[in-house]
């Protein structure tokens, strides 16, 4: 089953604020600039375009909904052909080569 992902990215710069400690307890902010196009919430995407919505929302900066590339979910059993395939091959080439 061909499926796709969504991801809510930036449209805009934006500023971030990391506060962090030093070894004497005292607190420092570390701010710096992302630029636009940045994924906004889950970094690997969203099953639902919904999904993605409710991130950029969540974030409260500008953002759109980017759609990625057709993904294909294998079954355990495809995943498991692709590997003998793959290692199969691999033993042909270092059988060649020792030959």
Do not use: C, N
């Not at 971030?16 to 710096?32: A, K, L, M, N, R």
């Not at 969540?58 to 909904?65: D, P, Q, T, Y």
């Amino acid at each position: 089953m061909t499926t796709y992902l969504y991801r809510a990215v930036s449209t805009e710069p934006f500023t971030v604020t990391e506060y962090e400690w030093d070894d004497f307890g005292e607190e420092s902010p570390h701010v710096y600039e992302e630029p636009a196009g940045m994924i906004l919430g889950r970094q690997t995407g969203y099953l639902s375009r919904s999904s993605a919505v409710d991130a950029g929302r969540r974030s409260g900066l500008a953002f759109e909904v980017v759609r990625s590339e057709p993904v294909e979910f294998l079954t355990d059993t495809e995943r498991l052909r692709r590997r003998i395939e793959r290692l199969s091959a691999e033993l042909a080439k270092r059988e060649a080569v020792s030959a």
